[in-house]
């Protein structure tokens, strides 16, 4: 069964009024609202979308939801790209400017501006003040199943974890994946270096190979992490209120339960990749986000990738909307600071 230019305009309108009242949509809505036929002609083509996996049929109601599968078809396909209005750029620009003189202050502004707009849950990661990079890895034998993995950085932070092999090593191993590992990641910063591809970018012989998937390479992503000085900043936590997917009182507990382990959640999301990333429903990895969207978008001081804002949601939100406004916001972010710095110098 193929998905028609009329089962597109139809899954379209279904998404769009959903998103809208929150209410399942039936055929006499999108007949009325829409123009694309009457009821029973789309009502046709309803039934055919849920078949292929686009709609879902709530048992108390005879209207249509939109699925996981239809919000990732409309983010990649349908969606255009909602331009803001000068007034809203004005508007969103003044308030990220106000007052605001530190890096840290300005980014978790952000975030209080991106809740606002978008009556979500927003965030924000800033890093430490320097932008540290990683100078040297090495790996230390302690006994013949234990080393320890040490990173330094050029500011001299050392930061050391051990780790249990699963056999054996050769010093001359340990060698082999200290000199690529220095190699790879020197002159990275330390969230650069979270978001490469750690086992695409190591070249070394089979055995080296095999310890570093198995055994270095959790201990040395975790001692990036802890590494990283990351501040996380949430605002706008009790927007979920008026949203109708969170008036079950356990949901909602549920939900500032996930949000209120910090540091669970910067790992998540320092973890994602660059640009901006939507994540929707089971497409999260973590299963306490599978009722949730995410979406995230990195910002750049000086060309370098600093770190992220973004929102959490249920996967009914605007997503045009949403992603305009962090778009504009973080295209903004690295302006705003250099207008602080210019302040600075000025004084």
């Given at each position: 069964?193929d998905l028609?230019?009329?089962?597109?305009?139809?899954?379209?309108a279904?998404?769009?009024?959903?998103?809208?009242t929150?209410?399942?949509?039936?055929?006499?809505t999108?007949?009325?609202n829409?123009?694309?036929?009457?009821?029973a002609?789309?009502?046709?083509e309803?039934?055919?979308?849920?078949?292929?996996g686009y709609?879902?049929?709530?048992?108390?109601?005879s209207?249509?939801?939109?699925?996981e599968?239809?919000?990732r078809?409309?983010v990649?396909e349908?969606?255009?790209?909602?331009e803001?209005s000068?007034e809203?750029?004005?508007?969103?620009a003044?308030k990220?400017?106000?007052?605001?003189?530190?890096?840290?202050a300005?980014?978790?502004?952000?975030?209080?501006?991106?809740s606002?707009?978008?009556?979500?849950?927003?965030?924000a990661?800033?890093?430490?003040?320097?932008?540290d990079?990683?100078k040297y890895?090495?790996?230390i034998?302690?006994?013949?199943?234990?080393?320890?993995l040490?990173?330094?950085?050029?500011?001299?932070?050392?930061?050391n974890?051990?780790?249990?092999?699963?056999?054996?090593y050769?010093?001359?191993?340990?060698?082999?994946l200290a000199?690529?590992m220095t190699?790879?990641?020197?002159g990275?910063t330390?969230?650069?270096?979270?978001?490469?591809?750690?086992?695409?970018s190591?070249?070394?012989?089979?055995?080296?190979?095999?310890?570093?998937?198995?055994?270095?390479?959790?201990?040395?992503?975790?001692t990036?992490?802890?590494?990283?000085?990351?501040?996380?900043?949430m605002?706008?936590?009790?927007?979920?209120f008026?949203?109708?997917?969170?008036?079950?009182?356990?949901?909602a507990k549920?939900?500032?339960?996930?949000?209120?382990?910090?540091q669970?959640?910067t790992?998540?999301l320092?973890?994602?990749?660059?640009?901006?990333?939507?994540?929707?429903?089971d497409?999260?990895?973590?299963?306490?986000?599978?009722d949730c969207t995410?979406i995230?978008?990195?910002?750049h001081v000086d060309?370098?990738?600093?770190?992220?804002?973004?929102v959490?949601?249920?996967?009914?939100?605007?997503y045009d909307?949403?992603?305009?406004?962090?778009?504009?916001?973080?295209d903004n972010?690295?302006?705003?600071f250099?207008l602080?710095?210019?302040?600075?110098?000025d004084?």
């Amino acid at each position: 069964m193929d998905l028609t230019e009329r089962k597109l305009k139809i899954l379209q309108a279904i998404i769009a009024d959903f998103v809208r009242t929150a209410e399942p949509v039936g055929s006499r809505t999108i007949s009325k609202n829409y123009e694309l036929g009457s009821p029973a002609t789309i009502r046709n083509e309803m039934s055919d979308l849920e078949e292929m996996g686009y709609l879902t049929h709530p048992h108390t109601s005879s209207g249509r939801v939109p699925s996981e599968k239809a919000y990732r078809l409309y983010v990649n396909e349908l969606m255009g790209k909602k331009e803001l209005s000068q007034e809203e750029k004005d508007q969103i620009a003044a308030k990220l400017y106000e007052n605001v003189t530190e890096l840290d202050a300005l980014v978790e502004r952000a975030a209080k501006v991106l809740s606002e707009i978008t009556n979500l849950t927003a965030f924000a990661l800033t890093p430490g003040k320097e932008m540290d990079t990683l100078k040297y890895v090495n790996l230390i034998p302690v006994d013949e199943h234990t080393v320890v993995l040490m990173l330094v950085s050029e500011s001299g932070k050392v930061s050391n974890t051990t780790v249990t092999l699963d056999k054996p090593y050769r010093e001359e191993t340990l060698s082999i994946l200290a000199k690529n590992m220095t190699y790879n990641y020197s002159g990275k910063t330390l969230s650069e270096a979270l978001t490469l591809d750690i086992i695409k970018s190591f070249r070394a012989d089979a055995e080296a190979m095999a310890m570093f998937k198995d055994n270095i390479v959790p201990g040395f992503v975790k001692t990036l992490e802890d590494m990283l000085n990351v501040n996380l900043y949430m605002d706008g936590l009790l927007n979920i209120f008026s949203l109708p997917e969170y008036n079950d009182i356990e949901k909602a507990k549920g939900f500032f339960e996930m949000v209120g382990k910090k540091q669970d959640i910067t790992r998540k999301l320092i973890n994602r990749g660059d640009g901006i990333m939507i994540t929707i429903g089971d497409e999260n990895q973590d299963e306490e986000l599978h009722d949730c969207t995410v979406i995230t978008a990195t910002y750049h001081v000086d060309g370098k990738m600093v770190g992220k804002i973004g929102v959490i949601g249920p996967t009914r939100m605007k997503y045009d909307e949403v992603t305009s406004v962090v778009e504009y916001l973080t295209d903004n972010i690295s302006k705003a600071f250099m207008l602080t710095e210019g302040e600075k110098d000025d004084s």
